[in-house]
């Protein structure tokens, strides 16, 4: 499986981007997908995940009520958009995949997915 994670830049604090993660073959659909983020000598750290063929959505509680997480089902991308950015967010955000169901406290462990994109940056300054 292959992953292209796009849509990184430059935004100010309280500003937006859009996230994207897309694949060939095999619909999105039936993976779980998730984004993690990893600032340079920290651990990474999971951001959000959606289940596999249901819209049930799992969030890191430094980002829940400002990132969302949703599938264009049409295009096989799953997006994260990301408001109110912060210094904080700063960061590589990384999706990655797992072909099963995961339950919720999986959701958070790196060693749950099987296919990782290739990073893009995030800088949040001013």
């Known amino acids: 499986v292959q992953l292209q994670a796009s849509g990184g830049g430059l935004v100010q604090p309280g500003g937006s981007l859009r996230l994207s993660c897309a694949t060939s073959?095999?619909?999105?659909?039936?993976?779980?997908v998730a984004w993690f983020r990893q600032v340079t000598g920290k651990e990474r750290e999971f951001v959000a995940g959606?289940?596999?063929?249901?819209?049930?959505?799992f969030y890191a509680d430094s980002v829940k009520g400002r990132f969302t997480i949703s599938r264009d089902n049409a295009k096989n991308t799953v997006h994260l958009q990301m408001n109110s950015l912060r210094p904080e967010d700063s960061a590589i955000y990384y999706c990655?995949?797992?072909?099963?169901?995961?339950?919720?406290?999986?959701?958070?462990?790196?060693?749950?997915?099987?296919?990782w994109g290739q990073g893009t940056q995030v800088t949040v300054s001013s």
């Open positions: 990655a995949v797992s072909p099963l169901g995961l339950i919720a406290s999986q959701y958070r462990r790196g060693e749950s997915y099987d296919y």
């Open positions: 073959g095999r619909t999105f659909n039936s993976y779980t």
């Open positions: 959606i289940r596999r063929g249901i819209q049930m959505t």
